[in-house]
C-alpha cells in the first residue's frame, strides 16, 4: 500500500491552533468501481474539516486502489476524503469522519466507490408553476448517483429536511428517479412525488405543481 506523508508537515506542526504534533493518524482508502474492480492512478485528497477544509495530504492510488495516509491529529476533529473529477469518474466526497472514529490511531474506508461517467447522465429538474401554490423542497432520491458520504450528518441538513432544494443531479443511466416535492398553499403543505424517466441522454424534467 502506498502511503503519504503529510503535506508540508512542518509547516502544520507549527500551527499548534489546528494540528497535534506529537499524535499521528492513519486514514487507510481503498477506491473502487461500482463492480469492485480496482481504481488506479487517481489522486485522493485528505483535508480537515476544520478552519476552512485545510489540504492535509494527497497521493494517487496504487495498483490495488490503495492509498494511505499518516498525518498529525487536528484539534478541530474533523477529516474528509476528496476525489475530483476525472475524464472517466464523477467526483466523491466522504466528509466528516472524527477523532472519535479511529480505532487504534487507524480509519479504514473500504471501499470508497467511484462512479464511472459513461454509467451516468444527467437530470435537470425545471420547476413549473402552474396553480398559486409555492414550492418549497424538492429531491430527488432513488436512482441518483451518490457522489457525498456523509459519516455524521447534521440532522438540520439531511435531503429529507423541508427546504432541501436541488435540481440538478448525477443519476444512473435506464433507471427512473423518484422525485419528492414539498408544495404550500393557503398554509397547508403536502409532500407529493413523482418519477421521472432517464435513459442514456441528460433528462430535463418539467416539475408541474
Known amino acids: 500500500m502506498r502511503t503519504a506523508i503529510a503535506l508540508l508537515s ?26 469492485g474492480a480496482p481504481v ?28 494511505e495516509f499518516v498525518f498529525p491529529k487536528s484539534k478541530g476533529g474533523n477529516y474528509s476524503i476528496s476525489i475530483d473529477e476525472t475524464d472517466v469518474y464523477l467526483p466523491m466526497k466522504f466528509t466528516d469522519f472524527q477523532n472519535a472514529d479511529f480505532v487504534n490511531y487507524t ?55 423541508d427546504y432541501f432544494f436541488k435540481t440538478r443531479y448525477d443519476v444512473f443511466q435506464n433507471v427512473t428517479v423518484e422525485i419528492h416535492y414539498l408544495v404550500e398553499e393557503n398554509g397547508v403543505i ?11 441522454e441528460p433528462v430535463t424534467f418539467s416539475l408541474s405543481y
Open 190 to 200: 403536502t409532500e407529493l412525488t413523482t418519477n421521472a424517466v432517464v435513459g442514456t
Open 10 to 35: 512542518i509547516l502544520l506542526l507549527g500551527c499548534d491552533h489546528d494540528f497535534e504534533g506529537g499524535t499521528r493518524f492513519v486514514t487507510e482508502v481503498t477506491v473502487a468501481q461500482q463492480n
Open 107 to 161: 480509519y479504514s474506508i473500504n471501499p470508497l466507490v467511484l462512479y464511472r461517467k459513461d454509467e451516468a447522465t444527467i437530470l435537470q429538474i425545471v420547476p413549473n408553476r402552474v396553480s398559486d401554490a409555492n414550492l418549497l423542497s424538492v429531491r430527488a432520491t432513488v436512482g441518483t448517483v451518490p457522489t457525498v458520504i456523509d459519516l455524521h450528518p447534521d440532522e438540520e441538513n439531511l435531503p429529507d429536511g
Open 40 to 67: 488506479q492512478d487517481v489522486e485522493v485528497n485528505l483535508r480537515s474539516d476544520f478552519n476552512g477544509g485545510s489540504l492535509i495530504s494527497f497521493d494517487d492510488t496504487d495498483s490495488e486502489g490503495n492509498v
